[in-house]
């Protein structure tokens, strides 16, 4: 029997055995121009980073970045197609060109750097693993996990992260992995594992998805480096810019105040830091093919970082999840987007 | 007779597009060659876009640090094992998952496949009702069903069902006692293998003697005994040199002695129940299949009931019943690759699963996957072909 794990990787490796060899100039903004949408990879549903919300229209960090790309490339931020992804499909679904930027809390590794023909853009969002306990189990630390049953997603860094701890610190675990963020949740509620693990960012996510989030609590270690990014196929550096620079613009905007209520206003702005994001000096796009208004586009349509911060998985969102590192560099937090000149 | 100009003269051979065997060669190279040039095409082909598109190929990755966990392994293996080390460990598991739903299958399926065949009309209704209940609903929905709704409604590990206190059932499983043997444990093996032995020979000296005299003993009650017996009676004789490792609370969960997972339990009973329903009907029309002029003329001949099941309906009945039940063996083993459905660690979760999308090598790993499902399709067939050659009719 099949399920759509197994369709989605057979597929994709009859993709690559079988495809021919013409398309080694792979011209991603050509095709997504006569495509008119991005086609971008998301998880199956995680709230703050990418899930339909209740009119079905999809909502998140993530989605920004693709809505973002969607701005600059074809102005219109609503022209994406979303491909909702578990862990297992995602690299796949990205080496055989089912999707064009893969958007799903991915952590940037060597391996995937370097092996799976994939590039990372950029970070999005740092993270680190932590640990979701329910409150009556009485622990207040990691060390006191010892012997706990620990629900997993199958495919994660957490997966290894995790088995690292346990092993650095003589403690013994059993690993019950399941597929989808929904199994591992279930599994947690029902008392089939003690801990959930995850980037904590995404705990603080599934945390709002039980049925009495009071019940459980994360621990306070992190203990591992998640930077999570956006990913493209290696061998169209051009598509690979304008991932990489759409987000830089996001994160350039907020270093320059500029938002999408303000956006027309600054469009008069003496600052040339901003007369370049917003094209009134020059066109910093020209080199990516892309139109002077680029990024005006993005900050108008989509916002700048913070913008979609906040409004996503920051105070004005059920998760709540501070800026802490994830400020700008300028702010005390790891941000520090190159300069667009 | 007129004599064509141009004939041959006799003894000359035709050419050789004319020889109907020779054509036949011809073409069956051909397309062997055909097939063999796509196949190179596609390996060639699979490389080069391989490496325009930088994915890393070859199996040098199976010698790598695997660095995840896996709940359940019957070698040893921890995260610090070969991602080589992680294909043994879901192979054993999906081996494992799939010999003991093989066996519980078929138990069910004869008893309940004899059951509908019964003159008591409740057991045969009953067995009639489990049949067209199982066998019509989908598989995956079974197996949710057990994991879903009767495993996960279990207790906690705290309230657990206890069975004097030496079995325990909760949410994270079956907990049973471990036997530790203790030194002079072997002498019992050895018992086991003697009485095999000796089985064999009462079984062969038994047939030869009713062969010759007509006389005989109930030699597979009698092997039976002495195959429990003897050991049984070696272990009292040795003081019993087993202690066991009862499983205990400690901590967040009951350590000590055998966990049976839940994901096992639930993969398991799906299979097991699932197939049982395919087998009873293959096990009724097999019986079926054997007129009952066989059986009358069996009771013709005076022969008591259970004779005439045993020597002349079961075995022209396994002739009809040992095809479709090979199939049924291979889909039970096929299907449990629906393990990754509820995270049990089978083969296609842990190898096809994890190890493919932390070392990204697609292509290696389910070429790999592949060639294990076919391979265990292929041993199960050849077994059973030999097994239905063996039973088979002898026609004379
Ligand atoms: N950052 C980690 C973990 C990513 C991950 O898959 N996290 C889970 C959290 S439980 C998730 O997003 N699940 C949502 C889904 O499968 O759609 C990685 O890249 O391996």
Same mark, same amino acid.
């Not at chain 1, 009556?136 to 010892?146: K, P, R, V, Y």
């Not at chain 1, 469009?267 to 600052?271: A, G, H, T, V």
């Not at chain 2, 709704?149 to 409604?153: E, G």
């Given at each position: 029997m099949l399920n759509k794990k197994h369709v989605v990787l057979l597929a994709s490796a009859g993709a690559i055995t079988l495809s021919g060899m013409a398309n080694v100039q792979a011209d991603t903004l050509e095709e997504t121009r006569s495509r008119g949408a991005v086609q971008c990879g998301v998880s199956d549903g995680l709230p703050g980073f990418s899930a339909p919300d209740d009119s079905g229209e999809w909502q998140g960090l993530d989605v920004d970045v693709c809505r973002a790309v969607a701005a600059a490339v074809l102005g219109d931020a609503n022209a994406v197609n979303y491909v909702s992804l578990n862990a297992v499909e995602r690299f796949t679904a990205l080496q055989s060109g089912e999707i064009d930027v893969l958007s799903r809390n991915t952590t940037w590794t060597t391996t995937r750097d370097t092996t799976l023909g994939l590039n990372f853009t950029g970070v999005t969002f740092y993270d680190g693993i932590g640990f979701m306990i329910n409150r *009556?189990?009485?622990?207040? =630390?990691? *060390?006191?996990? *010892?012997g706990a049953a620990i629900c997993i997603q199958s495919g994660t860094t957490t997966e290894l992260n995790v088995a690292d701890y346990f092993r650095a610190n003589d403690m013994a675990f059993d690993p019950i992995v399941f597929d989808t963020s929904e199994q591992t949740v279930g599994g947690f509620q029902a008392g089939r594992c003690d801990v959930l693990t995850s980037d904590t960012s995404q705990l603080a996510a599934l945390r709002i998805q039980l049925d009495d989030p009071d019940s459980a609590m994360i621990l306070p270690e992190i203990i591992s480096k998640e930077p999570l990014g956006p990913v493209v196929r290696q061998g169209d550096d051009n598509w690979l810019n304008i991932v990489k620079w759409s987000l830089f613009a996001m994160l350039n905007a907020e270093e320059y105040g500029i938002t999408s209520e303000n956006v027309d206003d600054m /469009?008069?702005?003496? @600052?040339p830091d901003v007369a370049r994001i917003l094209g009134q000096d020059g066109n910093y796009g020209e080199g990516m093919g892309l139109e002077a208004d680029w990024a005006y586009n993005i900050v108008s349509q989509v916002g700048n970082y913070g913008e979609s911060f906040e409004r996503n998985v920051? /105070? *004005?969102?059920?998760?709540?999840?501070?800026? =802490?590192? @994830?400020?700008l560099w300028n702010q005390g937090g790891f941000h520090y987007a190159p300069p667009i000149r | 007779m007129s004599v064509r100009p141009n004939a041959r003269p006799m003894g000359h051979k035709p050419p050789f597009w004319r020889d109907r065997a020779k054509r036949a060669l011809i073409f069956q190279v051909l397309v062997i060659a055909a097939v063999a040039a796509f196949l190179l095409y596609i390996v060639g082909n699979t490389q080069q876009n391989l490496a325009s598109r930088g994915i890393t190929t070859g199996f040098g990755f199976l010698d790598n640090t695997a660095g995840f966990g896996i709940v359940q392994s019957l070698i040893d293996y921890s995260s610090q094992s070969t991602y080589g080390r992680t294909f043994f460990v879901g192979l054993l598991n999906t081996l494992l998952v799939g010999g003991l739903g093989v066996l519980a299958a078929t138990l069910i399926g004869f008893i309940v496949g004899i059951a509908r065949l019964s003159p008591n009309w409740l057991i045969a209704k009953l067995a009639a009702a489990y049949i067209e209940t199982f066998r019509n609903i989908p598989l995956l929905l079974q197996i949710f069903f057990w994991y879903f709704?009767?495993?996960?409604?279990l207790p906690g590990a705290r309230d657990s069902l206890s069975f004097g206190e030496v079995f325990f059932l909760n949410v994270r499983g079956l907990y049973l006692p471990e036997p530790l043997f203790e030194s002079g444990f072997g002498l019992i093996p050895l018992a086991f293998g003697v009485a095999i032995a000796a089985s064999i020979a009462l079984i062969v000296w038994n047939k030869r003697r009713h062969e010759a005299t007509g006389k005989r003993l109930p030699a597979y009650w009698l092997s039976f005994a002495l195959i429990l017996g003897l050991p049984l009676l070696v272990l009292v004789a040795s003081g019993v040199p087993i202690t066991w490792d009862v499983p205990e609370l400690r901590g967040f969960n009951f350590r000590g002695g055998v966990t049976v997972i839940p994901e096992f339990l639930a993969l398991w009973l799906a299979l097991s129940i699932y197939t049982a329903s395919f087998i009873a009907e293959i096990v009724r029309s097999g019986i079926q299949a054997i007129s009952h002029g066989q059986t009358e003329a069996a009771q013709a001949l005076s022969l008591p009931r259970n004779l005439i099941l045993r020597l002349v309906v079961i075995p022209q009945a396994m002739r009809v019943i040992i095809p479709p039940l090979t199939s049924q063996y291979l889909n039970l083993i096929k299907n449990s690759s629906l393990a990754t459905a509820i995270g049990y660690p089978d083969l296609v979760s842990v190898f096809a699963g994890t190890t493919l999308n932390q070392t990204g090598q697609a292509i290696e790993v389910i070429a790999m996957t592949m060639a294990v499902y076919l391979s265990i399709s292929l041993t199960v067939s050849m077994f059973m072909n030999w097994f239905n050659a063996r039973v088979a009719l002898v026609e004379r």
């Open positions: *009556d189990l009485g622990i207040s =630390g990691a *060390d006191e996990l *010892d /469009m008069d702005s003496e @600052n920051g /105070m *004005d969102s059920p998760l709540q999840i501070e800026r =802490g590192v @994830n400020a | 709704a009767v495993l996960r409604t």
